[in-house]
């Protein structure tokens, strides 16, 4: 079974602050990708990486980097947190460049106060 | 990528056969169709994709008719574990900044004792 794990399910970071989000995956996937889930909102695209050190903007970039060193691992960093951040980060990796076939970690809830 | 239309909401009762369907008229020739289920505070599980025809796995079928125009997703006896919220993609993952991967707002399923 594909694992994809995420650094921390519950998240509160205050304004201002430097927040790592981390996602590992242990397939050897060559694609990883971070979203952000909001009520009403569905699931949107935030980055995406296809290869080590590379890096495509998503749908809502702003506010956010990252950084892929490794194959496995994919770091979501919001630089200076703001309260319109609070959300559930979700990431995920793919193997197939067919399709949409991603596997989901567990989720991250960040809440900025 | 191919916007899809797929009801808001449906109720079911356990022990039945529940299919949604989602519909994709402008889908492309090299698009594939993905489903996702995701129960509350969780990531999307991947659970079927296909490109045309029918496709079975433990967990479900997948019925493309040819012209392609639309899909179903059919589950078997339905429990009511099976209380989540179902989305449908459609597309080619190119995993490059024209890549838009919409989870849209999924069809909200829900089963009855």
């Known amino acids: 079974d594909v694992k994809v794990t995420q650094s921390s399910r519950y998240l509160v970071k205050r304004t201002g602050e430097k927040v790592f989000l981390e996602c590992v995956q242990d397939?050897?996937?060559?694609?990883m990708f971070w979203y952000r889930q909001d009520p009403g909102l569905g699931l949107r695209l935030i980055y995406f990486?296809?290869?080590?050190?590379?890096?495509e903007k998503g749908d809502i970039p702003e506010g956010y980097s990252v950084s892929r060193e490794k194959k496995e691992r994919f770091s979501l960093i919001l630089e200076s947190a703001s309260t319109n951040q609070t959300s559930m980060y979700l990431c995920?990796?793919?193997?197939?460049?067919?399709?949409?076939?991603?596997?989901f970690g567990p989720g991250t809830r960040l809440t900025v106060t | 990528l191919a916007k899809t239309t797929q009801p808001i909401s449906m109720d079911s009762y356990e022990g039945q056969e529940v299919n949604i369907t989602c519909s994709h008229n402008?889908?492309?020739?090299?698009?594939?169709i993905t489903w996702y289920q995701q129960f509350p505070s969780q990531g999307p599980r991947f659970i079927i994709q296909?490109?045309?025809t029918k496709v079975t796995n433990e967990v479900a079928s997948l019925f493309i008719p040819a012209d392609r125009k639309s899909s179903t997703l059919s589950l078997p006896r339905v429990s009511l574990s099976d209380t989540a919220v179902y989305y449908c993609?459609?597309?080619?993952?190119?995993?490059?900044?024209?890549?838009?991967?919409?989870f849209g707002k999924g069809t909200r399923l829900h089963i009855l004792p």
């Open positions: 995920a990796s793919s193997l197939s460049s067919r399709g949409y076939e991603q596997y």
């Open positions: 397939m050897d996937h060559e694609n």
């Open positions: 990486s296809y290869d080590v050190k590379m890096k």
């Open positions: 402008n889908i492309a020739t090299n698009d594939y």
């Open positions: 296909g490109y045309k």
């Open positions: 993609l459609v597309g080619e993952l190119k995993m490059n900044r024209d890549d838009k991967i919409i």
